[in-house]
């Protein structure tokens, strides 16, 4: 595995190392030695989720306001246009985005520790989408972010308008959440 540093320093990007052949391929999707040992992190991982989203399904940018939660995601089948925002106040780099395009072909996680929002948006037919948290969902704790805000400007590379959900078309800007500009991307 190799870890690759993003322009957020704490947003990684995890390179797995793919063995393959004329029968297909294989790769070791987590371990827990080798993450600690890479990444210094000690996380615990509690749950792990899977969705299947359709071509131009924007989901996000979503996070918990308490028991923030860390996440590490890869796409199994399709691509997708992922996003991850700074929302930790104390940051340097509070109010930045970051987005990247993770695929089934590519192979490649993304680690969003505690204190990002996060969507994506699916740019292939379909995509399906797995990620394992360090913390349980609490809706109670849930929040989004308008994945359209002006301050953050987020470049989704849309292709139409986007299919989102109720709670996704009444996300907050980020004014309104903050009370302050964020930092462009």
């Given at each position: 595995?190799?870890?690759?540093?993003?322009?957020?320093?704490?947003?990684?990007?995890?390179?797995?190392?793919?063995?393959?052949?004329?029968?297909?391929?294989f790769y070791e999707?987590?371990?827990?030695?080798?993450?600690?040992?890479?990444?210094?992190?000690?996380?615990?991982?509690?749950?792990?989720?899977?969705?299947?989203?359709?071509?131009?399904?924007?989901?996000?940018?979503?996070?918990?306001?308490?028991?923030?939660?860390?996440?590490?995601?890869?796409?199994?089948?399709?691509?997708?246009?992922?996003?991850?925002?700074?929302?930790?106040e104390d940051s340097?780099?509070?109010?930045?985005?970051?987005?990247?395009?993770?695929?089934?072909?590519?192979?490649?996680?993304?680690?969003?520790?505690?204190?990002?929002?996060?969507?994506?948006?699916?740019?292939?037919?379909?995509?399906?989408?797995?990620?394992?948290?360090?913390?349980?969902?609490?809706?109670?704790?849930?929040?989004?972010?308008?994945?359209?805000?002006?301050t953050l400007a987020?470049?989704?590379?849309?292709?139409?308008?986007?299919?989102?959900?109720?709670?996704?078309?009444?996300?907050?800007?980020?004014?309104?959440?903050?009370?302050?500009?964020?930092?462009?991307?």
């Amino acid at each position: 595995m190799r870890v690759i540093h993003t322009k957020i320093p704490d947003l990684l990007l995890i390179e797995p190392r793919i063995f393959g052949d004329e029968r297909g391929f294989f790769y070791e999707s987590f371990n827990q030695r080798i993450w600690e040992e890479k990444t210094g992190l000690k996380s615990v991982f509690v749950q792990d989720n899977h969705s299947r989203s359709g071509h131009n399904v924007l989901r996000g940018l979503h996070y918990q306001i308490k028991q923030p939660q860390g996440k590490l995601i890869r796409v199994i089948s399709g691509r997708v246009y992922d996003v991850a925002v700074d929302i930790r106040e104390d940051s340097p780099t509070f109010g930045r985005w970051e987005a990247l395009i993770l695929s089934a072909e590519n192979k490649l996680m993304l680690w969003i520790p505690e204190g990002f929002a996060h969507g994506f948006l699916v740019l292939s037919d379909v995509a399906e989408f797995l990620y394992k948290t360090t913390d349980y969902w609490a809706p109670e704790y849930e929040r989004t972010l308008l994945w359209s805000d002006p301050t953050l400007a987020i470049d989704w590379p849309l292709d139409g308008p986007p299919v989102l959900s109720g709670k996704d078309k009444e996300g907050k800007t980020w004014v309104e959440t903050f009370g302050k500009p964020g930092l462009r991307g």
